[in-house]
Antibody, heavy 121, light 105 residues
C-alpha cells in the first residue's frame, strides 16, 4: 500500500541543523510531488512548501525561505527536509505529504506519521 | 495571499448530533477546497477533496459543500470516533484554515 515513513524524533541545540527523511513506498516516487507541513505544539497546520520529485525543483512558502531546504534521493524514494541554524521556535512536528492531483484539483494523501523536532539548550 | 478562516474554532457536541463547520476564503477559490481530520498525536487524514468529493473509505456521514468563498463540512450524525480537529485547506496555494476542535459535550 502507499505509505510514507518518516525518521524518528530529534533533539537539537539552538544553532544546530537537522535533516528529516520521508521514505515513500507503494507507488512511483517521481510521479507525485511531495509537500512538507509544520505543526508547532498545540497549533494548527502550516504548509512549508513542496518539491517536484521529477525535477528536484523546490518551492518554499512564505516564512520558509533561507534556513529550510527540501531535497531528494530518488534512488531510495526518499524526500528530505533540512533545517539549518535551528531556533527554539522551530520546535514542531514536521509532516511530509504526497501531492495527489485530479482534473486540476490537488490534495495531500497520504501523510507521513510526523517527526518531532525539539530545539532546546 | 489567500486567507482561510474556520468557524467555530471549537464546539461541543453529543453523539448523534449533526455538526457543521464552516470555512471562508478571503477570495474566490472555486472548488479548490479540501477537508482533513486530525486526532491527537496522529497525522491528518483526508476526508473531502475538491469541496464535495468524499475520499475513498471515509464514512458517508461526512459531506462537503460550497464554492467560491464559503464552504461547509457536515457530519450528519456524530460518532465517538469523530471527536477530533478538522482543517480546511485551499489547494490553489495549499494554505490551511486554523482548525475546528470538536469535543464531547
Amino acid at each position: 500500500q502507499v505509505q510514507l515513513v518518516q525518521s524518528g524524533s530529534e533533539l537539537k541545540k539552538p544553532g544546530a541543523s537537522v535533516k528529516v527523511s520521508c521514505k515513500a513506498s507503494g507507488y512511483t516516487f517521481t510521479s507525485y510531488a511531495m509537500n512538507w507541513v509544520r505543526q508547532a505544539p498545540g497549533q494548527g497546520l502550516e504548509w512549508m512548501g513542496w518539491i517536484n520529485t521529477n525535477t528536484g525543483n523546490p518551492t518554499y512558502a512564505q516564512g520558509f525561505t533561507g534556513r529550510f531546504v527540501f531535497s531528494l534521493d530518488t534512488s531510495v524514494s526518499t524526500a528530505y527536509l533540512q533545517i539549518c541554524s535551528l531556533k527554539a521556535e522551530d520546535t514542531a512536528v514536521y509532516y511530509c505529504a504526497r501531492d495527489q492531483q485530479w482534473l486540476g484539483y490537488n490534495w495531500f494523501d497520504p501523510w507521513g506519521q510526523g517527526t518531532l523536532v525539539t530545539v532546546s539548550s | 495571499d489567500i486567507q482561510m478562516t474556520q468557524s467555530p474554532s471549537s464546539l461541543s457536541a453529543s453523539v448523534g448530533d449533526r455538526v457543521t463547520i464552516t470555512c471562508r476564503a478571503s477570495q474566490s477559490i472555486s472548488s479548490y477546497l479540501n477537508w482533513y481530520q486530525q486526532k491527537p498525536g496522529k497525522a491528518p487524514k483526508l476526508l473531502i477533496y475538491a469541496a464535495s468529493s468524499l475520499q475513498s473509505g471515509v464514512p458517508s456521514r461526512f459531506s462537503g459543500s460550497g464554492s467560491g468563498t464559503d464552504f461547509t463540512l457536515t457530519i450528519s450524525s456524530l460518532q465517538p470516533e469523530d471527536f477530533a480537529t478538522y482543517y480546511c485547506q485551499q489547494s490553489l496555494v495549499r494554505g490551511f484554515g486554523g482548525g475546528t476542535k470538536v469535543e464531547i459535550k
